[in-house]
């Protein structure tokens, strides 16, 4: 389905190569400042022709709110948003009437539907993200002023080139602590925040385009500031939920939280976050956080980090032995314009994704809480 979320409710819409992309969102606060100059930066950061690493679709991607705020403050109503394709070439696409592209969602949308889009990769295509960083850009002004939420993204991984993210390094809790998006910027297209292996991961890059190839990485995230209670047992426990919003986000393929993978060699002796009272801020705090900020489903006011793995990216102008619709053997090579590696701009659709997320949880969690006041 193309909605998002229970409370703070995210509807997209769009294909890669139709007049406009954009989105519907609803449950937002009335009374919030809101405008375009908010939401801007986010999809800015997404938008392709950044770099001479990135596809050269020339995009400005400039939302444009239509409707749920008055004199720069929403009125509680839902907010449509708009963002024009302005650099299409649906002719670039011509050969996709018979070959299903190798690792596309081609094949699967015709079985799907009887019908596909004839140019680009219609909702399976990354424009369709662009509404999802403009929601994402609301709910994170919603946690900004409700509590302070921070939420950092940044590349660990480009192919075989990684940086230390081992959940048990106080080196990388450190980073976790401390990263700001100021600093993921600061290393230009690649972001990541390692400058000892930023430039290799460059060079990583490179390689493959230079080879009309692509390649994957690795984005992690972090959320500091959370309150604590937000997640809802047993099915939506919040790092469930934080899954299925990044595993909904194309080329993604996994999804790890805390000490992930690596905490299963550890034992429960030694993975074991210890509880302890923080005089400061007056709460129980853990003096280890391998949990990733969530126990039991729900947040523990720790740090939330995770890391999303994104595949190589399937378009590629290397000539591929593959077959057309009717079964007939062929080759195909991709004419369209397309990123060497996906995972340096998808930084701010992660972001975006958990915002919502959290929005959502925070919402419900409030709910809740109201309920409970007036019952006692």
């Given at each position: ?57 020339d995009e400005k991607d400039r939302v444009e709110i239509q409707s749920g705020t008055e004199f720069g403050k929403t009125l509680g109503t839902p907010i449509a948003m708009i963002v024009k ?101 600061s290393m230009g297209f690649i972001r990541c925040p390692d400058a000892s292996v930023a430039g290799d991961m460059v060079k990583e890059i490179e390689h493959y385009r230079g080879q009309q190839d692509s390649i994957g990485g690795v984005v992690t995230c972090v959320v500091r500031n959370l309150p604590t209670g937000l997640g809802e ?144």
């Amino acid at each position: 389905m193309s909605t998002f979320g229970k409370l703070f409710r995210v509807t997209t819409y769009g294909e890669s190569h139709c007049k406009s992309v954009g989105c519907i969102v609803d449950g937002v606060p009335p009374g919030m400042s809101l405008t375009e100059e908010d939401l801007q930066p986010q999809l800015t950061r997404r938008r392709p022709g950044q770099s001479k690493l990135s596809t050269p679709r020339d995009e400005k991607d400039r939302v444009e709110i239509q409707s749920g705020t008055e004199f720069g403050k929403t009125l509680g109503t839902p907010i449509a948003m708009i963002v024009k394709n302005e650099d299409h070439r649906p002719h670039d696409y011509s050969e996709m009437d018979k070959y299903p592209r190798p690792s596309h969602a081609d094949f699967t949308y015709s079985e799907k539907y009887g019908i596909k889009a004839s140019s680009g990769g219609g909702r399976a295509s990354a424009r369709e993200t662009i509404g999802r960083v403009a929601a994402g850009g609301i709910a994170e002004k919603f946690l900004k002023q409700v509590s302070d939420v921070e939420i950092v993204a940044f590349v660990t991984q480009i192919g075989k080139v990684k940086m230390n993210r081992d959940p048990f390094d106080p080196n990388f809790q450190h980073i976790l602590n401390t990263i700001t998006r100021a600093k993921v910027d600061s290393m230009g297209f690649i972001r990541c925040p390692d400058a000892s292996v930023a430039g290799d991961m460059v060079k990583e890059i490179e390689h493959y385009r230079g080879q009309q190839d692509s390649i994957g990485g690795v984005v992690t995230c972090v959320v500091r500031n959370l309150p604590t209670g937000l997640g809802e047992p047993c099915f939506d426990k919040l790092e469930a939920l934080l899954a299925h919003a990044m595993l909904s986000i194309p080329a993604s393929k996994g999804f790890e939280i805390g000490s992930g993978f690596v905490g299963v060699s550890v034992p429960g002796s030694k993975h074991n976050d210890m509880f302890y009272f923080d005089e400061e801020t007056k709460r129980l705090r853990t003096k280890t956080n391998n949990s990733g900020g969530i126990q039991g489903g729900i947040s523990n006011g720790e740090n939330i980090y995770f890391s999303v793995p994104f595949k190589s990216v399937a378009t590629i102008s290397q000539e591929q032995q593959t077959c057309t619709y009717d079964g007939q053997d062929g080759t195909l090579a991709a004419k369209g314009r397309h990123d060497p590696a996906v995972t340096p701009r998808a930084i701010p659709i992660v972001e975006a994704m958990t915002a919502l997320v959290l929005a959502d949880a925070l919402l419900i969690q409030k709910s809740r809480d109201y309920a409970r006041s007036v019952t006692h």
